[in-house]
């Protein structure tokens, strides 16, 4: 077989493996919204660990995290860092972002501008306020996307992670509020609806290691104004990218 074909048939075979593990995820957030609207969990009720939901739905942890993603960002649960998911009392749905909105190309515009407006801030409190432990924690997220198929098969976990890092490295206990509250819905999917020019090539996940390589270095040295302009052409180039989608579309 031509390597050319075997190239094609992964490339065809990753994008089926995708949507399937998006539409298991979107079932588990459903069952799991279903459940919280029934009240089997409470307000303030702590849901099960990712563990056992895996065992209960008999699915992977990345299917899991999806599913907890879409149910945070849609204000149903709230995660506490290091003590588990809880449901959350219904407030104000106005900023929150369903899975659906997510998909379209237009709606992954509003989102960028919006990261822009408080990620390249973001950057520049972390180069003067990150301490030992957050520059840690950014390294080694950083170092897992090193590993480019790693990268290529949890990219939006990857990323959503490098940024929230940052954000927590700001020293604003808000910023990373809000980057938990919208969850890693933000982070534009691989394979965004009606949109045929989804792929995700190697030399564009290079691309994007070393733009995240170029923030850490800056925030790394202390550098606030090089840490937000690289952060703002980080941000600015994938906004670029996808007007351009929405453009020929």
């Known amino acids: 077989m031509p390597a050319h074909q075997l190239s094609d048939d992964r490339a065809i075979q990753g994008t089926f493996m995708r949507k399937r593990r998006d539409s298991?995820?979107?079932?588990?957030?459903?069952d799991l919204a279903g459940r919280i609207e029934r009240g089997d969990y409470a307000v303030g009720d702590k849901i099960p660990i990712e563990a056992q939901l895996c065992e209960m739905y008999n699915v992977s942890r990345t299917v899991v995290r999806?599913?907890?993603?879409?149910?945070?960002?849609?204000?149903?649960?709230t995660s506490r860092h290091g003590v588990g998911v809880f449901v959350e009392e219904r407030g104000n749905p106005a900023l929150s972002i369903t899975?659906?909105?997510?998909?379209?190309?237009?709606?992954v515009l509003e989102l960028l501008?919006?990261?822009?407006?408080?990620?390249?801030?973001a950057a520049g409190l972390a180069a003067r306020r990150a301490t030992a432990e957050d520059l840690r924690q950014i390294r080694e997220v950083l170092e897992k996307t090193?590993?480019?198929?790693?990268?290529?098969?949890?990219?939006r976990e990857l990323d959503y992670a490098f940024h929230l890092a940052i954000a927590r490295a700001s020293g604003n206990s808000w910023m990373p509020k809000f980057m938990d509250f919208i969850g890693p819905v933000i982070i534009p999917r691989s394979q965004l609806?009606?949109?045929?020019?989804?792929?995700?090539?190697?030399?564009?996940?290079?691309?994007?290691?070393?733009?995240?390589?170029q923030i850490v270095e800056a925030i790394a040295a202390g550098e606030a104004a090089a840490a937000q302009e690289a952060m703002r052409m980080h941000l600015s180039t994938?906004?670029?990218?996808?007007?351009?989608?929405?453009?020929d579309a």
Not at 24 to 30: H, K, Q
Not at 99 to 107: I, K, P, V, Y
Not at 113 to 121: D, M, S
Request: charged share 35%; hydrophobic share 35%; no cysteine.
């Open 113 to 121: 501008e919006l990261r822009l407006g408080v990620e390249v801030e």
């Open 193 to 213: 609806l009606h949109d045929p020019q989804s792929g995700i090539t190697g030399d564009y996940l290079r691309q994007m290691v070393e733009e995240h390589r």
């Open 99 to 107: 899975r659906e909105a997510a998909g379209e190309l237009s709606e």
């Open 146 to 155: 090193d590993d480019l198929e790693a990268f290529a098969e949890h990219r």
């Open 238 to 247: 994938s906004l670029e990218r996808y007007r351009r989608r929405l453009t």
């Open 66 to 77: 999806e599913a907890i993603a879409t149910l945070r960002s849609e204000g149903l649960v």
């Open 24 to 30: 298991l995820a979107s079932v588990v957030a459903r």
